[in-house]
Structures are given as structure tokens and as C-alpha cells.
């Protein structure tokens, strides 16, 4: 490939593709201890007959030897609430299963719990895949449940939600307007003006001249000392690689700088007074573009809109959870 293809670039491009997450588990013996497990979007079924499904490791993941090794795998499909154990996994760590009750499954690999859909795998093949190994299993069992699986899009979590078009114009793509139902369900009015309101925030970032992803970095560093890459990719929730490309470009604008190592020699960022400057100028255009979209609501109607969306959202004294 040519020395213009940009490593951060093809990534971005990749990761306009949204994914589910997985955690690949399986084991080097019968020991515990010796059971490995890894976070993986990089899952996908191949073939109904028979059974198979695939994914991918990095070379320099530390249980690479292990699942090279091993005569079976497990992918557990997580839920939307299991970016914690996400998170867990996808450190190079030796805790990842402390804590946890793992039945084993097919060749002895650990099972978790709670999981949107588990397939216990054979190893049927391996291909060289550049810096990565394609492990391609034959499934040997399965289970699932219905639980809302997580999503991974653009290097961070998001959630599964019904396309508001569907749910509310109909495939005809008649206007929810249009739609007596829809008009006045609240699920309906309050996914749309959340659409809205996230349309005019993104318009916001990029006009101050950040990325979105940026932003949530801005965004995690306000107000404090710094934080480690490590802490800064669990505040973000995002990749830490996405993470570390995107500290470099930003020291080398002069948004953030490296604070100088600590007693415990981790390297730290921080907003540099450029980045600040940013931030407070994107705080001025999301306060102008609030306005903007309630410049029709008169005071008491504003007041009257905020203490109801506190109460929807659970955030008041007396709100039903
Ligand atoms: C959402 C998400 C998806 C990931 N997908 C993959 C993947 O498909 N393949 C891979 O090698 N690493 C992937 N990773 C990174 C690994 O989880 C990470 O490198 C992990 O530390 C490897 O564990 P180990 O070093 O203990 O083997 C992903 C990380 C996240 C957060």
C-alpha cells in the first residue's frame, strides 16, 4: 500500500461500521488460571452448514500463544449493559475473570454469564490475516436470550435503538407529522427532539473545529489535573489505540499537552490553554444553538419543559424510575 495510506485514517473509515462486541474466551488447561479471554468486534457468522462463525486477534494481544494453541473457543455476544466487563477484557491484565463464575464449556473454555447469545466453537481453521490471525470455529453449541446486545460504532459504546423512521413514519417514509399515532406519543416527539438537539450539538463541535470524538475528550479532561490514556479511554469509552491517535493529534494542534510524570512515572494528558479556549467557545455556540431551538418557548414553557424532562428522566424527587 502507498506511504499516503494514513494508519488513523483507515481505522476511522473502518469504524464507521457498527459492530456488536464479543468477548473470546478459551484456555490453555484445566486450570483457571490459565484461562484467557479477549473484547472483539471483529466477529461475524460465515457459514450455516455447517455452523461457522470467525473473528480476529491482534499478534501482540498477550493471549495470542493461547488461542493459537487451543482446540476451542468461546464468543459470548455481550448485552447493553456489560461495557464494564467489555472494558475488562479488552486490557492486557491478569484479573480479567476475578470475580466472575465461569461454567466451562466445549475443550474446557470458561462460559460468562448474562451474555446476549454464546457460541462454543471448534477451532476449524486459521489464516494469516497481516498483523492479525482469522480463527474461523465450527459451532458446536449455542444459546441466546433476549437481552439487548451492545453496539460499537465510530470507537466508542452505543445503544441498539429502533430506527425512528420505521417506528414512527413507517416504511412508506410518511412523515411522523403525518401519523396520528406517532404524533403525540411521547417516545416518538422525545427521539426526535433528541435527534435534533444531537444534529445542532455535533454541528456545534465541528464548527469550533473539532471532531466529535475530540470533543469527548475535551469533554473527560475538563476540570481536572490530567488523566492517564488508560483512564482517559474507560472516561471516553472509547478504543485506547483510537485514544492514543487521537492525544497525539491533539498535542500536535496544542490542544492537549503531556503533564510532567508523576510519583507512579504514568504518563498523563491534559487540556493545554489552546484546548480550553475551545472548549469554552463550543460551550458559547451549544448555549447559542439551545437558544436557537427554543426561541419559540416563552420562559415559564422552558421551565415548565426542563422539570418535566428532569422527571422523564429520573432525575427529580418524585419521578417514577
Ligand atoms: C470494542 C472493542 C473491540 C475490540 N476488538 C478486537 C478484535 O476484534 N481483535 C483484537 O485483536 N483486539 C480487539 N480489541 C482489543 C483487545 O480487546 C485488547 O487488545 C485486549 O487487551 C487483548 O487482551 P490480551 O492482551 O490480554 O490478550 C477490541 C477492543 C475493544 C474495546
Redesign the pocket.
Known amino acids: 500500500m502507498s506511504s499516503t495510506f494514513d494508519p488513523r485514517l483507515f481505522r476511522q473509515a473502518l469504524g464507521r461500521f457498527p459492530?456488536g462486541?464479543t468477548i473470546v474466551t478459551a484456555t490453555a488447561g484445566p486450570d483457571p488460571a490459565q484461562w484467557?479471554?479477549?473484547?472483539?468486534?471483529?466477529?461475524n457468522s460465515v457459514s450455516l452448514e455447517p455452523p461457522m462463525v470467525l473473528?480476529?486477534?491482534?499478534r501482540?494481544?498477550?493471549?495470542?500463544e493461547t488461542f493459537v494453541e487451543a482446540s476451542h473457543f468461546a464468543v459470548h455476544i455481550l448485552a447493553e449493559n456489560q461495557q464494564g466487563l467489555?472494558?475488562r477484557?479488552?486490557?492486557?491484565?491478569d484479573d480479567?475473570f476475578d470475580g466472575l463464575t465461569c461454567a466451562t464449556g466445549a475443550g474446557g473454555v470458561p462460559l460468562l454469564d448474562d451474555c446476549v447469545a454464546c457460541l462454543e466453537c471448534r477451532t476449524a481453521h486459521v489464516y494469516e490475516g497481516g498483523d492479525?490471525l482469522i480463527f474461523v470455529g465450527e459451532v458446536l453449541k449455542y444459546s441466546h436470550s433476549d437481552r439487548v446486545p451492545l453496539v460499537?460504532h465510530e470507537g466508542r459504546?452505543a445503544a441498539l435503538e429502533e430506527h425512528p423512521e420505521l417506528a414512527w413514519s413507517g416504511r412508506s417514509g410518511r412523515n411522523a407529522a403525518d401519523r396520528p399515532f406517532a404524533q403525540d406519543h411521547l417516545h416518538a416527539l422525545v427521539t426526535q427532539a433528541s435527534q435534533r438537539l444531537a444534529g445542532a450539538f455535533h454541528r456545534a463541535v465541528r464548527e469550533a473545529g473539532l471532531e466529535v470524538m475530540e470533543w469527548r475528550i475535551l469533554a473527560a479532561l475538563a476540570g481536572g489535573s490530567g488523566l492517564s490514556l488508560e483512564a482517559l479511554a474507560d472516561e471516553t469509552v472509547m478504543?485506547?489505540?483510537d485514544v492514543a491517535d487521537l492525544v497525539d493529534r491533539m498535542v500536535g494542534r496544542g490542544i492537549l499537552q503531556r503533564t510532567p510524570d508523576g510519583p507512579d512515572q504514568v504518563h498523563r494528558v491534559a487540556i493545554a490553554p489552546a484546548g480550553q479556549a475551545q472548549l469554552d467557545d463550543l460551550s458559547a455556540r451549544a448555549q447559542a444553538q439551545e437558544e436557537a431551538l427554543l426561541q419559540d418557548c416563552a420562559p415559564a414553557e422552558r421551565q415548565a419543559l426542563l422539570s418535566a424532562l428532569r422527571r422523564l428522566a429520573g432525575r427529580e424527587a418524585g419521578s417514577s424510575a
Open positions: 459492530t462486541v484467557v479471554g479477549v473484547t472483539a468486534n471483529s466477529f473473528w480476529s486477534l491482534g501482540n494481544a498477550r493471549s495470542f467489555s472494558n477484557f479488552a486490557r492486557t491484565v480479567k492479525h460499537f459504546y478504543k485506547r489505540s
